[in-house]
């Protein structure tokens, strides 16, 4: 029998909101309100030209207990993890950012939005090449490269955002760019499709 396709998904701005979440503490402590779609690099504070002192007291408020526990779900996000969790076997890879009880509290959220009554598999690193999947979903230009270059065999996706946008997949024969969650069950049907006609044929 072909094996089930193994597929890791990242959580941060792919299925948890954690932009917004930073932007709302700017809005709450400083009363500024920013989108979304003003964060065009990595480092937010720097897109958004939050002064350094400030952008020290949102560091703060992020190291804050709960904090992972708090984050919204992306819109159609739970429904296509429930859908996923039937089509493939799911890992979620994912950097812990800092506080004591990131991890916990990530693995709760986790658990209280997508999973009833078993625990999801998740890993906590910042190294996220070591791990070998079929498919890897990341919203991070540099996990993307170093886990690309890793797995030449295996098909990274990044997940379209404004702070990864100047990131050209062209000529990165394993890299693909998607926006839509049609657009990786259509990669995962197709994987397994090939994966079935390889071992008949
Ligand atoms: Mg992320």
């Known amino acids: 029998m072909p094996r089930k396709l193994r597929l890791l998904l990242d959580v941060d701005g792919v299925i948890a909101d954690f932009p917004q979440y930073y932007l709302d503490i700017v809005q709450a402590k400083f009363g500024v309100a920013h989108s979304v ?31 992972a526990m708090s984050l919204r779900a992306y819109p159609g996000s739970v ?46 690193t910042h190294e996220k090449y070591i791990c070998f999947g079929d498919v890897f979903v990341d919203d991070k230009v540099d996990h993307i490269k170093a886990w690309s270059e890793a797995w030449p065999n295996s098909t990274a996706v990044i997940w ?8 050209n997949v062209n000529g990165r024969r394993n890299v693909l760019r998607m926006n839509r969650w049609e657009q990786l069950f259509s990669l995962v049907e197709e994987l397994m499709s090939k994966q079935v006609h390889a071992y008949v044929g």
């Open 79 to 124: 429904k296509a993890v429930r859908k996923l969790r039937k089509m493939v076997d799911l890992f979620f890879v994912t950097s812990p950012l800092g506080s004591s009880t990131w991890t916990d509290d990530r693995e709760r959220w986790l658990e209280a939005h997508f999973f009833t009554g078993d625990k999801p598999r998740v890993t906590h």
């Open 160 to 167: 379209d955002q404004p702070w990864n946008r100047k990131f």
């Open 37 to 67: 779609e003003a964060i065009n690099k990595w480092n937010i504070g720097e897109s958004i030209q939050l002064h350094p002192d400030r952008r020290d007291i949102v560091r703060a408020a992020l190291q804050e207990p709960g904090v």
